[in-house]
T-cell receptor, first 115, second 114 residues
Framework: AQKITQTQPGMFVQEKEAVTLDCTYD???????LFWYKQPSSGEMIFLIY??????QNATEGRYSLNFQKARKSANLVISASQLGDSAMYFC????????????FGSGTRLSIRP | KAGVTQTPRYLIKTRGQQVTLSCSPI?????VSWYQQTPGQGLQFLFE???????NKGNFPGRFSGRQFSNSRSEMNVSTLELGDSALYLC?????????????FGPGTRLTVT
């Protein structure tokens, strides 16, 4: 079954520290993509980073990097030098290109940054 | 460039009523997807439209429907509302279905059913 699992419901991190948000996925498809969204309290989902299943290098976007380990089926998000504005819900998601671009979301991790 | 807009932002309805939500995508974006977000079920995909055609549909009852107009604006309709339909409804747009991973979301419509 196609599934995204985020095992950390909530995390507290000190400002300026790095943080890793865990994400594991399950699919038998060969062609898929993994990505992360940030959802502040305002409700709007903000696209952060994307990794294709055939991409050999880990994706990076500024302070965000995606640690893609295909054999382990994990796609952890790493935020370097966390900031107070990083406090939000973070969702890991998977897109299955063989299923007409169907997207599956994880349950989310609430990240709180302490000053 | 203006972002995705959704109207209304907040809505209160009673059981049995029907509701229509609107979404205007980013200019030039032709693909629009709808999601339902609830504390219990999380984010669930409702449907996706491209060129006025529904391309993909999630596991929701027929009470949930949508459409897309020639200007790419989209509406979703929920008939015979139930208490469980209370949720944040998010709309997202992308250039094309092949770029669904790089969607831009609107602020959402928070629907409360009493």
């Amino acid at each position: 079954a196609q599934k995204i699992t985020q095992t950390q419901p909530g995390m507290f991190v000190q400002e300026k520290e790095a943080v890793t948000l865990d994400c594991t996925y399950d699919t038998s498809d060969q062609s898929y993509g993994l990505f992360w969204y940030k959802q502040p309290s305002s409700g709007e989902m903000i696209f952060l980073i994307y990794q294709g299943s055939y991409d050999e290098q880990n994706a990076t976007e500024g302070r965000y990097s995606l640690n893609f380990q295909k054999a382990r089926k994990s796609a952890n998000l790493v935020i370097s030098a966390s900031q107070l504005g990083d406090s939000a819900m973070y969702f890991c998601a998977m897109i299955l290109y063989s299923s007409a671009s169907k997207i599956i979301f994880g349950s989310g991790t609430r990240l709180s940054i302490r000053p | 460039k203006a972002g995705v807009t959704q109207t209304p932002r907040y809505l209160i309805k009673t059981r049995g009523q029907q509701v229509t939500l609107s979404c205007s995508p980013i200019s030039g974006h032709r693909s629009v997807s709808w999601y339902q977000q609830t504390p219990g079920q999380g984010l669930q995909f409702l449907f996706e439209y491209f060129s006025e055609t529904q391309r993909n549909k999630g596991n929701f009852p027929g009470r949930f429907s949508g459409r897309q107009f020639s200007n790419s604006r989209s509406e979703m309709n929920v008939s015979t509302l139930e208490l469980g339909d209370s949720a944040l409804y998010l709309c997202a747009s992308s250039l094309s279905p092949g770029q669904t991973y790089e969607q831009y979301f609107g602020p959402g419509t928070r629907l409360t059913v009493t």
